[in-house]
């Protein structure tokens, strides 16, 4: 007996953010524009399809920037670099082509200045994620990485008075305004940056999963194990009282998480694709499922141009 839900509701916002898309075009038009092979430092964007379809059509992918060859083309993912990764590149005479979102540049930015100004900057982040390393990168001696609440109670700094705070813009909304909270109490003159750090896309797709989850029995989200925006939104349909998995594809899905289930949420990372949203759609309506519904929760119209290089190189092929 095939187990069919009566109804599928997706997330809207869903999928790919502004910082995504760009990133992904610059590494096509990279290839349109140089021919294969393009290189690329990590992963473009955290999402397996995305990487798998640019390697099909000349993307090589690396760990590091030395492992490029002298001269060669690169492309830095969005997740940004630190300054001696730059330095590297152009020590090779590498072609380098930056994919950086500009919400993760601008905390590079607020890092730099920070550093500067001599304070002890307190970034929030899971250690070992590419984007933490590049903006802890800027200013390596001035910067402490927290990732709960309890680093913070165990953080010592040289002045209490001279700290200030930023954080990585993929975090769980919810927590990370937890752990600001917990580090104004410990450090009342503590500073943070003018605007929130954490983007409008982690935190649009987060406002959706929650008003999803409460209407929903099981919440699928669809991206890659290492997106740490994807793994949040399963955390967050999770506190709200809903099952939750994430999955690369329909593939993926599981027969018992069905059972039982009446309503089911869909939605995917910021660095998925929508292509594998509309194939769970699909999976389901061939089980049986008829109701099929969106839930539109914040209107996004954002949009980065593509990066400098790229676009004066289009326009002098034009």
Not at 88 to 112: Q, S, W
Not at 256 to 281: F, K, N
Request: some cysteine; charged content about 25%; aromatic content about 4%.
């Amino acid at each position: 007996m095939i187990v069919a839900p009566e109804k599928l509701l997706l997330a809207a916002p869903r999928g790919y953010c502004a910082g995504v898309d760009r990133a992904v075009q610059t590494v096509e038009r990279a290839l349109e524009l140089h021919g294969a092979p393009v290189y690329v430092r990590k992963e473009i964007v955290h999402n397996k399809h995305v990487v798998e379809q640019l390697r099909a059509r000349g993307a090589v992918f690396v760990d590091q920037e030395t492992e490029v060859p002298e001269g060669a083309t690169v492309v830095f993912s969005a997740h940004g670099v630190a300054p001696s990764v730059h330095a590297n590149a152009a020590e090779r005479g590498l072609e380098t082509i930056d994919a950086t979102c500009p919400l993760v540049t601008k905390v590079h930015v607020e890092a730099k200045k920070f550093a500067l100004d001599g304070y002890t900057i307190v970034l929030i982040g899971h250690a070992g994620h590419e984007e933490v390393e590049g903006t802890m990168g800027e200013a390596p001696e001035h910067i402490v990485l927290v990732e709960t609440e309890e680093d913070v109670a165990r953080l010592e700094v040289p002045d209490p008075e001279k700290i200030a705070y930023i954080s990585q813009t993929t975090l769980s909304v919810d927590e990370t305004r937890t752990i600001i909270n917990r580090l104004r109490e410990r450090f009342p003159s503590i500073v943070g940056p003018r605007t929130d750090d954490i983007c409008y896309a982690t935190t649009n797709r987060q406002l959706a999963v929650k008003q999803l989850a409460r209407q929903c029995d099981l919440v699928l989200v669809i991206g890659s194990r290492n997106s740490s925006n994807s793994n949040r939104l399963v955390e967050v349909a999770r506190e709200c009282g809903a099952e939750s998995y994430l999955i690369d594809n329909e593939a993926e899905v599981r027969e018992e998480w069905l059972e039982g289930m009446r309503v089911v949420g869909i939605t995917s990372g910021a660095s998925a694709p929508e292509d594998l949203v509309q194939r769970l759609v699909a999976y389901f309506r061939d089980r049986g499922t008829e109701d099929i519904s969106e839930l539109e929760v914040v209107q996004e119209d954002v949009r980065f141009m593509l990066p400098k290089t790229i676009r004066q190189a289009l326009a002098a092929r034009a």
